[in-house]
């Protein structure tokens, strides 16, 4: 295979046929948000929407042909003068305007939704293509419905197209019918039918999802001759949807060994940009989306955790960051091995010696045969209070607080030095009670806590229920965490924050050991 590749034209209609699918609507300033951010991509051409359908989309072909520069703008028209002239009203002021006209050519559509000949179909098409060269010369042609065209009937239409002033020839398999190899076929007939394709005109191929191959389509299409890809961005469109953008584009970059095309795409944009259009609508993808869902770039067994530790290229086909993902997840469940472990727990500030590496990973496979996923909270619990010994080197004797919405809040408390036996007393006052115990405790041990998180649970029922605290301090940059259980809320608090100072003072024996 030669090393010059061939660069495909990624024509983007997550503004149109992705916008047209249920809960992808999008207002005039969200569209135009995105439009920018599909321009920084790289897309080539964006079909900005439908001017016909709606003002709203009207108004949005305006306005992206106004602001957004680099890429093409296109707008969609049915193969009538309205329509057309529309679409040429929207993009007026674009630097790069495209009219995108089509009419459907399979004998379905012909008999069941346009009730028109063949003849008249042809004639449709010239006619729609010849007003809109009148506007702008580059025109776009879709036979709708092409997959399921016959494929003398399929030439006829695309060299009269060409002829009348088509710059681009769109084969759409409008409703996914297709199977790759059965398309790849296809496009190379159509192509030796018309060898005005390739020359005068690009041929274009715009691949639904419902079988789920819309990107094997399109792959197929441009092995055999397809010089532009129709998609959108995380695969949204009608139904199933059109092929994804962004699997298309990391297919060509990842088996470039392999497939001789290449995009103009900046890869590293593709998730930002598959957040920033899930954001915008609402519409997430699934976890394990090629490309761009949460699982994409997660790991959880543990040989597979081993090798990527090891070197990623053993489990990964393309770095997380080269489609702008920070970094590879690994994901730590019963499935994780204790080299994982250590890592995540390094990361979290334990560096753990063998005995308590192993203890700790005792603890994990028995929180891991209850829970899913293991959070950094589960693990910090383990390490601060399964492996280690922490002594109770402050003991709580007594607590008093006084609250309310009309007195500043105090604390008064005794607690006891387990170490020197000593009682000391104190008072403190605070925005609340929580605060006032907090800086009461903060007075008595010489520390100075900042509280970063704060949880009550019940974990029993009716008015005497116990309640769980749990929090986290920060103690010398450090977090901590700390938790009791008890009837009385502020006892559980006061005792909860102990807990976490306990384990700070203990840390801090323990560094000083080292030296
Ligand atoms: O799927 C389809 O046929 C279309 C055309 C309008 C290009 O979206
Ligand atoms: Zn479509």
């Not at 503004?15 to 599909?38: I, V, Y």
């Not at 695969?235 to 949807?241: D, F, K, L, N, P």
């Not at 403190?428 to 100075?448: F, K």
Request: hydrophobic share 40%; charged share 25%; glycine share 8%.
């Amino acid at each position: 295979m030669s090393d010059a590749k061939r660069k495909v034209t990624i024509f983007d209609t997550t503004l149109r046929d992705g916008e047209q699918s249920p809960g992808c609507s999008m207002n005039l300033a969200e569209k135009l948000r995105m439009a920018h951010q599909l321009a920084i991509l790289g897309v080539d051409v964006m079909e900005a929407g439908f001017p016909i359908a709606s003002e709203g989309d009207f108004e949005a072909v305006r306005k992206v042909a106004e602001e957004v520069r680099g890429p093409v703008v296109a707008g969609l028209a049915r193969a009538v003068d309205i329509d057309i002239e529309r679409a040429a009203r929207a993009l007026e002021k674009a630097a790069k305007p495209r009219i995108h006209t089509f009419i459907a050519t399979s004998d379905i559509h012909l008999k069941y939704k346009l009730k028109k000949s063949r003849e008249q179909v042809l004639e449709s098409a010239v006619r729609a293509v010849e007003k809109a060269k009148g506007y702008f010369d580059d025109i776009e042609f879709s036979c709708e419905d092409a997959g399921r065209t016959d494929d003398g009937y399929l030439a006829q239409v695309t060299q009269a197209a060409i002829d009348a002033g088509a710059t681009t020839i769109n084969i759409p398999d409008t409703v996914g019918y297709a199977i790759p190899e059965e398309w790849g076929a296809r496009m190379k007939r159509l192509c030796d039918a018309v060898p005005d394709l390739g020359t005068r005109a690009v041929l274009s191929t715009h691949c639904h999802n419902d079988l789920g191959l819309g990107v094997a389509n399109s792959i197929a299409a441009c092995r055999n001759g397809a010089g532009q890809v129709e998609c959108t961005v995380n695969g949204i469109g009608e139904r199933a949807g059109n092929a994804s953008l962004e699997e298309f584009v990391m297919s060509c970059r990842t088996r470039a060994d392999f497939l001789d095309f290449i995009t103009g795409i900046v890869t590293e944009e593709l998730y930002p940009t598959s957040r920033l259009l899930s954001n915008i609508t609402g519409v997430f993808v699934q976890q394990n989306k090629a490309i761009v869902g949460k699982n994409a770039f997660a790991h959880e067994a543990g040989i597979h955790q081993d090798g990527m530790l090891k070197d990623s290229l053993t489990y990964e086909i393309m770095t997380p960051q080269s489609v702008g993902i920070l970094k590879s997840n690994i994901v730590l469940g019963k499935h994780s091995g204790r080299h994982a472990l250590a890592v995540r727990f390094k990361e979290l500030g334990f560096d753990l010696a063998k005995e308590d590496l192993e203890k700790a990973y005792k603890l994990f496979t028995k929180v891991a045969d209850q829970k899913k996923t293991i959070t950094d909270d589960d693990l910090l619990a383990i390490v601060q209070d399964g492996i280690q010994d922490i002594p109770e080197i402050w003991h709580m004797k007594y607590i008093q607080t006084v609250g309310g919405n009309q007195i500043v809040s105090s604390a008064t408390l005794v607690l006891k030095n387990r170490e020197t036996e000593e009682e000391i007393e104190e008072a403190a006052t605070g925005e609340g009670p929580v605060s006032a115990l907090c800086n009461t405790i903060d007075r008595i041990v010489g520390l100075d806590g900042s509280l970063t998180d704060y949880q009550i649970r019940s974990i029993s029922e009716g008015r005497e229920a116990i309640g769980e605290v749990f929090i986290r301090v920060v103690f010398d940059d450090v977090e901590y965490m700390g938790k009791a259980a008890s009837t009385d809320v502020m006892d559980a608090t006061a005792r909860a924050y102990l807990n976490a100072v306990n384990k700070a003072l203990f840390a801090r024996g323990k560094a000083a050991e080292k030296g």
